[in-house]
């Protein structure tokens, strides 16, 4: 055996292998990772944002966290990606409660190449999606991320798909939330369209299809990235964002009030309170809120504040369709979903827009077995050549199968005006409400009593010495003929004629009744909607 130089080092033998070591070395990798890049970090919160962990601290209770994966990376060559291969690969997965009930989340981590997604960031949010079906839990996606990962081409187009497909699978079965605090772009920005509800922050969030650049390009038209997908437009144009806010907090707040009013799944009913002597209470205000004259305007937000628990009331797509107002609310503890027309805005008539808006969340109650308490105080469909050529029929068409398709019970109460085809699109008793009550105040006919009178005695009217006290007294006798408060409710069209002030008790009573109701549906594989 050769001696050893003089001088030099005797090489030192490896430390023992020990459980000790190994749980240390553990230990530190999962610290780092967890710590998440300093310098990554600092750009986030340069830019306003949270980080993916900060987020899902605030987003669910306390400790309750469990995440899956923390150590993927991903697979990909070349392309200057391969010699970079961070813990995580830019989300943060796993499960955690909100108000004691189980979520499973995805964040997306803007700070690890800009939350782009590849195989492996995707195969992260393909497992918790699967896991939430697979348990009948809610899934909530925090999306603040640069699209397609460009180094790995055709594959992160494929895991895109992924993502899509399980949307659609859940569609229905649990409950889905997307929330957009950064970029959502390109393919990115259909998953949010396809889940139930979606969040926005103002300033950080932006979603579109094509960027600016692109769109220059393409068009020549010039646009900033909030004026092509920020919170606003979506929150008040497209229809695409269900909810905007101002802040992370805020809106994370909020996302958590919503899941406290959701089931965990179809087959789970909707939370429950305690009740709350809703079935007799008496609430003298609402004979105040609304003005007898059938066209002078009120809030009808005011209206359900007074139907409802505490006043609480999540109000979907608040800017967008002002004239219908759709939400989740408890009335004596049960959760309940309200439509209500709106006379602040185009006097609550009926277009293109609410109708879609209000059979989207007509559909989603339903889906979830969450009873739905329908406001009626409609003058019509919205007039005019722009609305026959947009689809009015079509979409008009989408809120007449949503009600005629909702086996949940259902309670329709006619405040004032429900005038032609737009009184039984509102829920009517001819297309299946379990429960219709009217205020003295109801007025249900073809058309208002002017405009019948001005189609049924025209040549009269065009003959008369005095047409003006001719159309008064002809209105007048339409009026006490067919519309007078109890004309609907003599021929078992409404089933009673309320107190407005014991309007809150009625409908509490009617949901007390209903509790049980069942009906199923004859087999096919599904219906045709006019989408």
């Known amino acids: 055996m050769p001696s050893a130089v003089p001088g030099t080092p005797v090489p030192r033998a490896p430390a023992p292998r020990t459980m000790a070591s190994i749980r240390e070395r553990l230990t530190e990798l999962r610290e780092r990772v967890l710590a998440g890049d300093a310098a990554g970090i600092e750009r986030q919160h340069a830019l306003g944002k949270r980080t993916a962990r900060e987020r899902l601290d605030m987003l669910l209770d306390e400790d309750s966290f469990v995440e899956i994966d923390l150590y993927r990376q991903h697979q990909a060559r070349g392309m200057k990606i391969s010699e970079n291969r961070p813990y995580s690969d830019g989300v943060v997965a796993g499960s955690g409660t909100i108000h004691g009930r189980r979520v499973f989340v995805y964040s997306q981590d803007f700070s690890v190449f800009g939350g782009s997604l590849g195989a492996a ?32 081409g055709v594959m992160a187009l494929d895991a895109y798909g992924g993502i899509f497909r399980r949307n659609v699978a859940a569609s229905g079965i649990v409950p889905q939330i997307s929330v957009v605090i950064g970029p959502c772009a390109g393919g990115a920005a259909y998953s949010p369209a396809l889940t139930d509800f979606t969040f926005m922050v103002r300033d950080t969030a932006k979603m579109y299809l094509t960027g600016p650049d692109v769109v220059e390009a393409v068009s020549g038209e010039r646009v900033t990235h909030e004026e092509l997908g920020g919170a606003e437009v979506h929150g008040s144009l497209s229809g695409v964002a269900t909810f905007v806010h101002d802040d992370e907090e805020s809106c994370l707040e909020d996302v958590r009030f919503l899941v406290s009013l959701l089931p965990g799944n179809n087959m789970d009913g909707p939370p429950e309170g305690e009740p709350v002597g809703a079935t007799s209470d008496v609430r003298p205000r609402l004979a105040e809120i609304v003005p007898p004259e059938p066209n002078k305007p009120y809030d009808m ?35 309940v979903g309200v439509v209500g027309n709106q006379p602040m805005a185009f006097a609550g008539v009926l277009d293109s827009a609410a109708a879609q808006k209000a059979a989207r969340f007509v559909r989603f109650c339903d889906a979830f077995g969450i009873p739905l308490v329908t406001l009626v105080d409609v003058p019509g469909f919205l007039p005019g050549s722009e609305q026959e050529h947009g689809g009015a029929i079509r979409h008009g068409a989408k809120l007449l199968y949503a009600y005629c398709e909702a086996t949940v019970p259902r309670i329709q109460v006619i405040i004032r005006k429900a005038y032609g085809g737009a009184y039984i699109v509102m829920d009517s008793r001819s297309i299946g409400t379990d429960l219709s009550l009217a205020w003295p105040t109801n007025e249900i006919a073809v058309m208002g009593a002017e405009g019948a009178v001005n189609v049924l005695f025209r040549r009269e009217l065009a003959a008369a010495a005095d047409p003006v006290a001719l159309r008064a007294e002809l209105i007048a006798e339409y009026t006490e003929q067919l519309m007078h408060p109890r004309y609907a409710a003599e021929r078992g069209l409404v089933d009673d004629v309320i107190d407005p002030v014991e309007t809150r008790a009625a409908v509490a009573r009617g949901l007390r009744m209903m509790a049980t109701k069942r009906r199923t549906a004859p087999a096919r594989k599904h219906g045709n909607v006019p989408l």
Do not use: Y
């Not at 949010?125 to 640069?146: Q, Y």
């Open 121 to 152: 960031h995707a195969s992260k949010i393909h497992k918790v999606m699967d896991l939430a079906i697979a348990t009948g839990c809610p899934i909530i996606g925090l999306n603040d991320s640069g699209g397609a990962r460009i180094q790995e």
């Open 301 to 335: 937000r005011a209206v359900v504040a007074e139907l409802v628990d505490d006043e609480e009331f999540l109000e979907v797509h608040e800017n967008w369709a002002r004239n219908i107002v759709c939400g989740l609310a408890r009335i004596d503890g049960q959760v």
